[in-house]
């Protein structure tokens, strides 16, 4: 079995969401990727972008910079 880490996750509303998350951050070389909705959470669109929990102030802050279509932000164990 892997063993749980503390991640930063983002959920969305929307798939569109999701993938507009996915290009910014890697444009901007930003930590994290696309994974399922952990059980634990539910968001609309079944997707959430998971990074080091130590990036959560840079990502929280270019959310808002960038108007993304976030559901919510969570620091969970997965």
Do not use: N
Request: with cysteine; aromatic share 8%.
């Amino acid at each position: 079995m892997r063993k749980k880490e503390l991640k930063y996750l983002v959920t969305f509303h929307t798939t569109t969401g999701a993938m507009a998350m996915e290009k910014y951050c890697k444009q901007q070389q930003l930590p994290g990727r696309l994974i399922p909705v952990p059980r634990q959470i539910s968001a609309g669109c079944g997707m959430a972008w998971a990074a080091p929990p130590e990036s959560r102030e840079v990502i929280h802050s270019m959310l808002i910079e960038q108007k993304m279509d976030v559901d919510g932000e969570y620091e969970i164990w997965i």
